[in-house]
């Protein structure tokens, strides 16, 4: 299974905004493709292209190959009730998410190896899958010696971003908890996703 470890903001510019909301990101100020023809390659988009770019953005911002994606989208749409806010709770749910969320790492690609390489408890114990389903009531903390591992502690005393609402974690602890499933209001990234629908629905 193929997976990209090339520049991650040079994904940004080729999807046209910066999907991790970075201010220094290059495609804020320049929203187009990479390369020499970048700026003359934007022309107008058939409805099957601009599906496929919304698709594109939630992919590359969790970090998910295709199959993963579609299988989430199919698990949202057996949930009922909306199915983009399904999609989306989906996601936010995953442990490598949730742990970029708690301010353990910088980013979801940075959460998903320190849970890779067994730095994350839930309740106590070890977790080394990144898409483990996290439900409310689960606490999700940090193995006794990684808390001295510099990305960590320097997460956990500077968070990159807001923690958001159906998660909690006191200031400076190790330990953090999921207290709500994520919805429509309290989710932090809210991209366009009647075009994933539309995209799967094909």
Not at 13 to 21: H, N, P
Not at 37 to 42: I, S
Not at 61 to 84: I, P
Not at 86 to 96: H, M, T
């Amino acid at each position: 299974m193929g997976k990209y470890l090339g520049p991650k903001h040079k994904l940004c510019r080729r999807l046209g905004s910066c999907i991790w909301g970075s201010a220094k990101c290059p495609s804020n100020k320049r929203p187009f493709a990479p390369g020499q023809h970048g700026q003359n390659m934007r022309r107008k988009m058939s409805v099957y292209g601009v599906q496929l770019l919304e698709k594109q953005k939630i992919r590359t911002h969790y970090g998910l190959m295709e199959r993963q994606m579609r299988k989430t989208f199919k698990e949202a749409q057996r949930m009922g009730g909306v199915t983009g806010t399904n999609l989306l709770a989906l996601l936010e749910s995953r442990l490598d998410c949730i742990c970029f969320r708690l301010g353990y790492a910088p980013t979801i690609a940075g959460a998903r190896q320190l849970v890779n390489h067994g730095h994350i408890l839930i309740d106590g114990e070890k977790v080394d899958i990144p898409s483990f389903r996290v439900k409310p009531g689960m606490t999700i903390g940090i193995r006794e010696r990684s808390k001295k591992v510099p990305v960590i502690a320097e997460g956990v005393e500077h968070p990159p971003m807001a923690i958001p609402e159906y998660l909690d974690r006191p200031s400076k602890s190790f330990e953090g908890r999921m207290t709500a499933t994520p919805n429509s209001e309290t989710l932090p990234f809210k991209p366009e996703t009647a075009g994933v629908i539309g995209f799967y629905s094909r």
